[in-house]
């Protein structure tokens, strides 16, 4: 079991950045792939990006590639999203996710979400 807390949203303007972090409980925190999803209204929620158990390979939607980094710091059972030059279509609510072993872009791969964080970006 693993339980999931989002931080780091907020509200930002266009070109700014924000960091957010997804803090795990647990100790087989590095036995988990992580994913970064995200919900805007009235939308389903999206792929992100994802992350193997050491950190080694990364995968990004292509509407973030080049701009966001995500990362995981397996001694803190953290994982973290740096975004940078926001976008006001980048506004949504971010969720972290977690896996056994194997990352993947499908929502419905996971089976540990967060509660969620909003980020807004404005124009």
């Known amino acids: 079991q693993v339980q999931l807390v989002e931080s780091g949203g907020g509200l930002v303007q266009a070109g700014g950045s924000l960091r957010l972090s997804c803090a795990a409980s647990?100790?087989?925190?590095?036995?988990?792939?992580m994913g970064w999803f995200r919900q805007a209204p009235g939308k389903e929620r999206a792929f992100v990006a994802t992350?193997?158990?050491?950190?080694?390979?990364?995968n990004y939607a292509d509407s973030v590639k080049g701009r966001f980094t995500i990362s995981r710091d397996n001694a803190k059972n953290t994982v973290y999203l740096q975004m940078n030059s926001l976008k006001p279509e980048d506004t949504a609510i971010y969720y972290c996710?977690?896996?056994?072993?194997?990352?993947?872009?499908?929502?419905?791969?996971?089976?540990?979400w967060g509660q969620g964080t909003q980020v807004t970006v404005s124009s």
């Open positions: 996710a977690a896996r056994r072993w194997y990352p993947s872009p499908s929502v419905s791969a996971y089976d540990y």
């Open positions: 647990g100790r087989t925190f590095s036995s988990y792939a």
């Open positions: 992350i193997t158990l050491s950190g080694g390979n990364t």
